[in-house]
């Protein structure tokens, strides 16, 4: 066996299950606030587009995809990260792929050298655990940066020295965070794309939250927007990751894309290739009538505005949370051990929740995560005002 499997740490649901072993909760329905599966409904024109092309099952597809889902996804590129729409070629700019879990993690394993000294991968901390694992079976080293209140829950890149740049392969960058909601901006990326063109690594941008957002005024910024506007067209070093599992409420379609430097991604789909994971034409032709609609994504945000409204009305006076720049969770301090929190909540109000030191790693004596709860708004706006009910009830 791949002895780097020893290394991988249990996934936070399993540590879950065994933080509630052998409690019987409180007889109430359950609710859970914990995993960040979208619970809104698919819309039709998707169900639709995969219904009507049912017969693309008798045909093998290729790892590249259609031209015609490769250029609708560099149309909405352009339009949606005001990128000059001839800087982006849909056949050396874009890949679709099986949602952005598998192509995060797949990613590690073709873009690192393992044969270079020291090879390291630099992450937030909390953060999403695909990177970790990626980066020890990759056979790299992760590096983890604190996200805390005095970051704005981002990572603060001038406090890395110079070393642990020179070792960086790879850097992930998760914005909007998961599980904070926190946005970098164009200055903090700008200075990213800097840092690589001077140390030599790669910016690996996930942005499957992009689209969740409160201000219609203010969409999150996007890696290869801010390297478009300061001259880098070719998008050396940068690759983004898509999906349309929070985007269009279908994380059961797996389907996703990654878009950027063409060198990079000639090298990844060499890899697919022998990887494996071609999209089925059905998906295909349902993710390209997808991301050519914009209607079923405004109504999205629409109704997420709504619950953070009605939770945050109930939750603010009595807790230390507070409304996130995007996605949809709530990064909640909860001023006490959060495995206890997480146990007393389940026991007491049949109410999920994830302690926020599963999603971190303590690293000089901090874990971002100690005392915080990840709250996923991803029910409906009853189930989850009921949830703050709950917490409301718990806490007074």
């Given at each position: 066996?791949?002895p ?39 819309p039709e ?33 352009s ?9 982006l ?11 952005t ?20 991968v ?9 990177y ?28 890395v ?16 965070g ?11 990326i ?29 969409p ?10 300061f ?7 940068c ?15 797996r389907?996703?894309?990654?878009a ?35 209607k ?16 945050l ?7 230390d ?10 990064w ?5 051990d ?21 999603l ?31 917490i ?5």
């Open positions: 066996m791949n780097d499997l020893s290394i991988l740490q249990p996934y936070p649901f399993q540590k879950i299950a065994s933080l509630k072993s052998g409690i019987k909760p409180a007889d109430k329905p359950m609710l859970s606030l914990a995993i960040g599966e979208p619970k809104h409904k698919t024109i998707i169900l639709k587009a995969m219904q009507n092309n049912l017969s693309g099952l008798a045909n093998y597809p290729l790892t590249k995809g259609s031209l015609s889902l490769r250029t609708a996804i560099t149309q909405w590129l339009w949606r990260f005001h990128i000059t729409e001839n800087h070629d849909a056949e050396k700019h874009v890949l679709p792929v099986n949602g879990r598998e192509a995060l993690f797949s990613f590690a394993q073709a873009v690192i050298d393992r044969t270079q000294k020291n090879p390291s630099v992450m937030p901390n909390p953060f999403y655990q695909i970790e694992g990626a980066a020890f079976l990759a056979g790299a080293t992760p590096v983890y940066l604190p996200c805390t209140a005095e970051t704005n829950f981002v990572p603060d890149f001038s406090q020295d110079s070393k642990t740049w020179d070792d960086c392969q790879l850097v992930y960058l998760c914005s909007p998961n599980p904070t909601g926190a946005v970098v901006n164009e200055k903090q700008e200075q990213l794309l800097n840092l690589a063109e001077k140390h030599d690594f790669i910016i690996a941008s996930d942005e499957c939250y992009s689209e969740i957002y409160f201000d219609e005024n203010k999150p910024v996007g890696l290869l927007e801010v390297a478009s506007k001259g880098n067209n070719d998008f050396k070093r690759v983004v990751f898509h999906s349309l599992s929070k985007r269009s409420n279908a994380p059961g379609l389907s996703g894309f990654v950027g430097d063409a060198e990079i991604l000639e090298q990844f789909l060499l890899y697919r290739t022998y990887h494996g994971c071609a999209m089925s034409p059905p998906v295909q032709e349902a993710s390209q009538v997808a991301w050519g609609d914009e079923h994504v405004l109504d999205n945000r629409i109704q997420y505005r709504e619950k953070f409204d009605a939770v009305d109930i939750l603010s006076p009595v807790m949370v507070k409304k996130p720049q995007a996605s949809f969770y709530l909640a301090d909860v001023g006490m959060d495995e206890k929190f997480t146990r007393e909540i389940y026991a007491k109000e049949n109410l999920n929740v994830v302690p926020g030191s599963y971190s790693r303590e690293v000089n004596g901090l874990n971002p995560g100690k005392n915080r709860v990840r709250m996923a708004l991803v029910a409906s706006l009853d189930e989850c005002t009921e949830a703050a009910q709950r409301k009830h718990y806490i007074t």
